[in-house]
């Protein structure tokens, strides 16, 4: 199952980082940055809330169409089907009323989601839902034919440029849930590293302890994750390098049990993923019952059920925008163009820790996450990481032109790149010093 169907040239483009023309003035490496048409953070079209934003006044009809890439099996749309049960249920709405919600599983990225759509406003629905950026463009066409209807196109990054006022984009800021998950991982490896469990071949040549990371593809929205999960664990155990093995799929559970494997081969004590299925948790466990010094950090769900390996895992909150959408749409309000949420709306989170975890890592946790949510630590911190060696303070997040290349809007501002700022889909794709993608 694809959450996304992404082109050869775009998953290409999307790894470079572009420091193009959108002004006039040089620096000495040559590339030409952003002047006046720069916008500034208070110009994003990024729109932050949660549902208790929304004043209650007369409810009016919601009758839900619900678009989904995979079903209950596949845990990114297992998260997205229990949060939207959940916020409907809060709302005193039953979810199993076909006048109330209509489901619709495992509909592929192709016409079939425009067909799905259609025959969802025949069916009266007044918002329908898709949860995989390769439904975006066919959405968008059926909201440009019914404007009365209003039409969410989650993980997408179109929505502001299209100019329909019924068409919108959400993401959760998953990649501070990643972070924190990091820091998980690093105070097991501080663990270990205190108590010499690490063999030799966890460690690189420069001395630093090796991590791995299954990964689905390689573009932004993975980048931007493995990235996060990295410093999460750097800010714990700062002498560590990773390696990141792609699957090209978002759900192979052969593909990403054997990209683990090949990871744990090769040394590595940590193996994060962004990936759907439970493939690479269940290579971890199989090694570590081996005798092997390795463990897990999963995604989107609970692992721990696979075995004492797994750490933790990194997942949203759905219920969150879930429950802000319907209930502005019952209300009367206007859906944001682009809605993100992190820690502060309480839309990200990690899940249970694992048997295993380090003593002191439940504390650490309940440290980092006030300090994300207060905005006092930020994941994407330019102090805290390098590119060829130098610290960055310019890049942009804008494909301003079509060309699949970021072209426009300085992102980095204050210390950091504010990620989910022009888009609420991640457009963080730089590849910072430590960590290498293998082919």
């Known amino acids: 199952m694809f959450r996304k169907i992404v082109s050869l040239l775009l998953a290409a483009a999307m790894m470079i980082t572009v420091f193009a023309a959108c002004g006039e003035t040089d620096d000495e490496s040559g590339a030409t940055y952003g ?29 839900v169409g619900v678009i989904l890439v995979g079903d209950e099996t596949e845990s990114y749309t297992e998260a997205h089907i229990e949060g939207i049960q959940s916020a409907l249920t809060a709302l005193g709405l039953d979810y199993t009323d076909n006048n109330v919600c209509i489901w619709n599983y495992e509909i592929e990225e192709s016409e079939e989601c425009q067909e799905t759509a259609k025959n969802l406003v025949a069916q009266g629905c007044n918002l329908i839902i898709s949860n995989s950026y390769g439904h975006q463009d066919y959405m968008k066409a059926v909201a440009e034919e019914y404007p009365d209807v209003m039409f969410v196109a989650m993980t997408g990054d179109t929505a502001a440029s ?40 966890g460690y690189d040549s420069d001395g630093n302890v090796k991590i791995g990371y299954v990964g689905a593809y390689n573009y932004a929205e993975v980048v931007s994750g493995y990235t996060a999960f990295f410093l999460g664990i750097q800010s714990v155990v700062s002498n560590v390098s990773m390696e990141v093995k792609y699957t090209n799929s978002w759900y192979d559970w052969d593909a990403e049990n054997e990209a683990a494997k090949v990871l744990i081969a090769d040394g590595c004590v940590i193996i994060g993923q962004h990936a759907d299925s439970t493939g690479a948790p269940t290579a971890v466990q199989d090694a570590y019952e081996s005798g092997t010094v390795v463990y897990s950090v999963g995604y989107n769900v609970d692992m721990t059920d696979i075995g004492d390996a797994v750490l933790t895992s990194a997942t949203n909150v759905w219920e969150v925008y879930y429950e802000y959408l319907f209930k502005t749409m019952l209300y009367g309000g206007t859906v944001a163009t682009n809605w993100t949420g992190g820690y502060e709306q ?27 949510q207060a905005g006092t630590t930020h994941v994407f911190d330019t102090s805290k990481f390098t590119i060829d060696g130098a610290t960055i303070t310019w890049a942009y997040a804008t494909d301003s032109d079509g060309d699949f290349t970021y072209d426009c809007n300085n992102v980095i501002s204050d210390g950091y790149y504010h990620e989910s700022w022009v888009q609420s889909a991640p457009s963080f794709a730089l590849r910072i010093d430590g960590i290498t993608e293998l082919s």
């Open 35 to 63: 002047s006046d048409e720069t916008k500034t953070l208070a110009d994003s079209g990024v729109t932050y809330g949660v549902a208790s934003s929304v004043s209650e006044g007369t409810a009016v009809s919601l009758k």
């Open 162 to 201: 299209s100019g329909l006022s019924n068409f919108a984009n959400a993401f959760t800021e998953v990649y501070q849930s990643r972070y924190v998950s990091g820091v998980v991982a690093g105070m097991k490896l501080a663990e270990l590293i205190a108590n010499d469990e690490i063999p030799e071949t």
């Open 346 to 372: 309480g839309a990200v989170a990690i899940t249970t820790l694992g048997t295993q975890v380090a003593e002191g890592t439940a504390e650490k946790v309940a440290e980092v996450e006030a300090a994300l």
